[in-house]
Structures are given as structure tokens and as C-alpha cells.
């Protein structure tokens, strides 16, 4: 099988396809944070690292104004045209979510599958949070997802799912090559094995993000300063069942508040 070492967000259409299977539950767990957490008010949201715009797209069609950004310039251009192509404003931009500026500001801001872990240093941590709070309304929500490093059991050390859409099938595998507890940083691999009509091919890639216990985690936002731990959920997304994070805790949905 060809093997092509690039990264995976330098290919959008596969990436939206692996990473799309959650749409639908993500989707309604916004709607459903809106309307329990901010009385249904909010409707002009944001989302950093946002991707191929999946989300945006998403939101659009239930009549929210969205924008997002994203460092890697073809997924922005992906979710711009898939808003363009449905009529709705190519309301993405190309940016560092941790140096940024955009006005208006948004009402609630959604980070939801571990994309706030590649802010790999506590300096670009504080300064995401910082842009963050300065571009949320006050008492805005922010939604950040991540996968914890538990310390009472094994952690998730791969897996693997596929996914099709017509005659394209993307296998995926993840597996981890590095984790530092001390530095507090982890490397994962991750390959795409894809399959059309006419080619087989592999992309392969490694991700390096930061660690987090969920006490670490805490801490970290309470130093920041900019905001407060309202609810936290599991990836279930059960809007019914906030749950209590601990030791054991690993894939975890928190819903931070502007003070």
C-alpha cells in the first residue's frame, strides 16, 4: 500500500469523514447546553479549531450565526465551501487560537473532541483562555471536550473504527507512541488506511498534545482567572446527568462560565 507521511488536517475530506460520526449528538448537546445553561439566549456562537466546519455547517441550519477558526488553511477553505455551497456565510478564518481577535462577540464557544490539547505549553493555554474570555459576551458559556488521563485505572492506549461514506471507506488506527506524565505531554500515531474505487492508500501522522489529570485541569482554570466550572458531562452527552469528575474520570465535556 502507498504510504504518504502528511498530516491529517491537510486532508479535509477524509478527516471530516473519520471524525463525523458524532455530529448529530454534538449538535443537540449544544442546543441542549443553550437552552439549560444560558435559557436558551445564545445565538451567535464560536469555535475554535473548528476544522472542516462540521459543526459550523450544523449550527447554521439551525438558525445560529456561527464563525470559527482554525490554523491549517485547507480546512478552513473545506468549511467555507461547505457553507457557501448550502447559501449560508463562509464565516471561518484562518488563525492561532491562542493570538486572536474577533468581533462581535459570541454568546457561547465550542471546543468539543480534544482540539484544546494541542496548546501544548501553559503559555499558550493561558492566552487561548485569555482570547477566549475577551471575545465571550459576559457570563458566556465555553464547551471544552478532552480526553483526562485517569490515575486510578489504565488509560486508552488505541483504537481503531472506520468509516463510509458512497465508495470511500477510511479505516482509522490510533495508537500511542509517548506519554511523559512529568511533561505532561503525549504523542500519539494515527494513520488513515483509505480506500476508493480506483487507489489504496495510507496517510500517517503523529499528534502531540498535553496532558491532563482532571485536578490539573481544575487548577489550571483556576489560576487563569477568566472563568469557573459550571457542569461538567461525559461524552454520552446526557444534558440530564451532569456527572462528578475524579480520578477515574476520562472523557469529560466541561462547561466553563465567563465571570
Known amino acids: 500500500m502507498e504510504v504518504i507521511n502528511e498530516s491529517i488536517y491537510d486532508h479535509p475530506k477524509y ?117 477566549m474570555a475577551a471575545g465571550t459576551k459576559k457570563n458566556g458559556i465555553y464547551l471544552i471536550g478532552l480526553h483526562l488521563t485517569p490515575t486510578t485505572v489504565e488509560p486508552l492506549d488505541e483504537e481503531s473504527w472506520s468509516a463510509s461514506r458512497g465508495h470511500l471507506t477510511v479505516n482509522t488506527h490510533m495508537w500511542t507512541n509517548v506519554r511523559s506524565p512529568k511533561k505532561r505531554i503525549e504523542r500519539f500515531g494515527i494513520r488513515f488506511d483509505i480506500y476508493t474505487p480506483t487507489r489504496q492508500f495510507r496517510i500517517v501522522d503523529e499528534l502531540v498534545m498535553r496532558s491532563y489529570t482532571w485536578r490539573q485541569f481544575q487548577t489550571m482554570i483556576d489560576r487563569q482567572g477568566d472563568w469557573e466550572i459550571e457542569a461538567v458531562y461525559d461524552f454520552r452527552y446526557d444534558i440530564k446527568k451532569s456527572i462528578e469528575v475524579d480520578s477515574s474520570s476520562e472523557d469529560v465535556v466541561y462547561v466553563l462560565r465567563k465571570k
Open 15 to 131: 478527516y471530516d469523514l473519520v471524525f463525523g460520526s458524532d455530529v448529530a449528538a454534538e449538535l443537540n448537546f449544544i442546543g441542549e447546553v443553550n437552552a439549560k445553561h444560558m435559557n436558551g439566549k445564545a445565538t451567535r456562537l464560536f469555535e475554535p479549531a473548528c476544522g472542516t466546519g462540521r459543526l459550523m455547517f450544523g449550527l447554521a441550519r439551525r438558525d445560529y450565526q456561527v464563525a470559527g477558526i482554525d490554523l491549517n488553511e485547507k480546512a478552513v477553505d473545506f468549511a467555507n465551501q461547505r457553507l457557501e455551497k448550502r447559501g449560508y456565510k463562509p464565516s471561518a478564518c484562518v488563525a492561532d487560537m491562542s493570538d486572536f481577535t474577533y468581533v462581535p462577540k459570541w454568546d457561547l464557544a465550542f471546543n468539543t473532541i480534544n482540539s484544546f490539547r494541542h496548546l501544548t505549553t501553559p503559555k499558550a493555554v493561558r492566552e487561548h483562555l485569555s482570547c
